[in-house]
């Protein structure tokens, strides 16, 4: 038998039998400086700070060893590598070199003393967001209310959970991190008038208690995923409407207020699309309904106004599907209540708006599930007309026939996907 052999174990016949990959595997590295060995690999998890990898200060041609970017960070915290005297492709170790790319597994081999540690391979995994179950959360029934609803990967809707957190509603919710997801923001007013609390989803669909909030508290925003696993919060109102925008990290974590960009308004909606970006989309000011969208990029830039295609209309929902198109809904067009929808391609454009399936509402939620499809569930048939109605959405952006709801009647909620 040739070749390095790691963690044998003993068979049931007493053989030896060789690690898979012929790899020692590690726990997961936290720590802001670590020196690794030849035969193993790393599991390197920079959420909270950057690090230092020395390696070996001596090797023979054929040595490897594999490090990995645990929970896709290393483009906020890079990992730099510290040759310890030994060349790195060509280059004493007085030479820096940095990995800061999310997503990011090296392979490094020591080809000998001339070239040193080189990388057999240096990829980057691509992230495509595709959660797997959803969750509706929170919500108005003329009354505010807390509890959540799950729904499974085939898209059915689960009874309700009694709820965590802050009861409110005209709030937001998004996936972030690939599996988790959170809700934020809205209004309570038994309690307060607005409010910045968020409550993170955890990817087996747990939701946290109250997280004190960052930002300016608002309600009658959007939320969407972009970039490799971050979201973000945008628009609102706040005793007038707002255009700033709040990004959440990969770990859910919010950060303070940005100055907006595109026209201020609320009741708009919002999404990822193509793999790394989103949009938001519709919304109004005052008597104002807007057709316009913002486009964000995959480093979380918000783009200015967009003249799209549909009827201008409030309360809006919209959600992913087909892996890299997304499709928006449901709403109100001047004072008419509406079932059509839009769809979005995987370069952002909204088509023309495409005859309604279903019940119109307002004020309803939506969410991928399954990966690759869509639902839009809930909302308001009139005033006061709470609904539990959902209408799954297929991976081709065909809207299906209303199912009778499941769980509390109500309006004005959120939704995320979760798991993957």
Known sequence: MSGLIKDNIFGS?????????????QPVVTASTVTVSSGKGYFINTTSNACTITLPSS?????????????????????????????????????????????????????????GWTPASDIVSAFVPSTTKAIFGYGYTGSNQSMSNIVSGEGVI???????????????????????????????????????????????GVIAADVSGVGTARFQLAACTFGDGEAIFAYGNNSGVKSMSNKIS???????????VGTARQHLSATGFGDDKGIFIYGNNGGTQYQISNLVSNSGVIATDTSVSGTAKIGTAAAGYGGDK???????????????TNLISNSGVVSADVTGVGTARHSVAAAT????????????????????????????????????????????????????
């Open 13 to 25: 016949s007493g053989s030896i039998i060789a690690a898979a990959g012929g790899l020692s595997w």
């Open 59 to 115: 090797a023979e041609a054929g040595d490897q060893i594999i490090l990995t970017d645990y929970a896709r960070t290393w483009g906020t915290n890079a990992i730099t590598i510290d040759s310890n005297g030994l060349l790195f492709q060509g280059e004493t170790d007085a030479f820096i070199v940095d990995y800061d790319t999310a997503g990011q597994a090296i392979n490094l081999v020591y080809s000998g003393a001339t070239v």
């Open 158 to 204: 689960a009874a309700d959970v009694t709820g965590v957190g802050t009861a409110r509603f005209d709030l937001a919710g998004t996936s972030f991190g690939g599996d988790k997801g959170i809700f934020g923001y809205g209004r309570n007013p038994s309690t307060a008038a607005f409010t910045a609390l968020t409550n993170l989803v955890s990817n087996l």
């Open 250 to 260: 990969t770990s859910g974590v919010v950060a303070s207020d940005v100055t907006g």
């Open 326 to 340: 997304a499709i928006v809904g449901f709403g109100t067009a001047t004072g008419t209540i509406t079932s059509t």
């Open 369 to 420: 599930y399954g990966g690759d499809k869509a639902v839009f569930a809930y909302g308001d048939t009139s005033d006061g007309g709470w609904s539990s109605l959902k209408n799954l959405v297929s991976n081709s952006g065909v809207v299906a026939s209303d199912v009778a709801g499941v769980g509390t009647a109500r309006a004005s909620l959120a939704a995320t996907g979760f798991g993957s």
